[in-house]
């Protein structure tokens, strides 16, 4: 059975996360706030503690010792990115503080200790995971813990006895940049969150996404008669460090009429040009790139006949069908007891 865990650690800390935004504005509430800093920080801790006079300190939690390290007491000499840090307000009310750095390229990777450490997440991957999906990544956290201000307790994603990840108190959080999370290790290892997921592991690679995205179609235009797999287009989507693979696409129709259905172009039953636009989205990143359909005239199916050619003793109500949608079917008669020929046309306009 799982048991809730009360971190003795922190027993006397009663703390609320809190977001630092993209302007680097630091919303701190009555008492204890854990965070990570979004920028590359260059203010010391006593320069920190002098943005507001109701700061009253600030701590970092070692992994190594087992304890706080604390701005007041000189243990805590300096601030960075990629590490989780409380900051403790004596205002009744919730203050902000605006926080000078420069723009955080990478946070690298991040040690991490046997048992609990508190670690900072400066940035996430632009599609977060949760706490249950990273543990079913990596079965070497045995914990995550999230401070809930609302419930006055901890929000528990723990392990049970068959080492599957279990959310005890019914929500499975997912990593925010600007928060602190205590998470508990198995083992020794490190985390990395600067590419496209978060990886955990003793020596964790990343490859970041790049800046760079362009997307390309296997051809700038094709023909078509009445519908076209849209399928049989191979789109590519090239990065900045010269890699590429296959895009899965979504195919939007900007022009020309007719209809798509997932893959499948249908085109209108007159001549002419359609504007698809190709899209693809990764990293957060979406690019498009457009294909031009040119419709052509239909050759029309052979005609059906109902009944079927033969002999007939009496006379007979005949049926000419053609399966080309729009086709048009003529005939021409000769002498009684003649055979009519008949020819089935698609005429695609007036």
Known sequence: MIKKVTLSLILLLFFTSSALALDHTLTLKTGFNFVSFKTAISLTPSQFKALNAS???????????GSFLSANEGTLSSLAAGKGYIVKSSSPLTISVTVSGGELSAAGNISLKAGFNLVGFSKVPAESISFTQLMNNYTDVNGIYKWSPAAGSFIQVLRNESGQPVPLDGADPKFSAGESYFMNMKAASAINYDGSTIIVGDNPVVTPVPS????????DSVQINSAYDLSSIKAVASYSDNSTKEAAITWVLTSGGGS???????????????????????GGKTVTAGLSLTIVNVQAAAPVFAPAAGTYDSAQNVTITCSTAGASIYYTTTEANRR???????????
């Open 260 to 282: 798509l259905t997932q893959t499948v172009y249908t085109a209108p039953s007159a001549a002419g040009s359609s504007l698809l636009t190709a899209s693809f989205t990764d």
């Open 340 to 350: 009519r020929p008949v020819l089935c046309t698609a005429r695609r306009s007036p």
């Open 212 to 219: 760079n995205l362009t997307l390309s179609v296997s051809s």
């Open 55 to 65: 700061i009253e300190d600030i701590y970092l939690f070692s992994a190594a010792a």
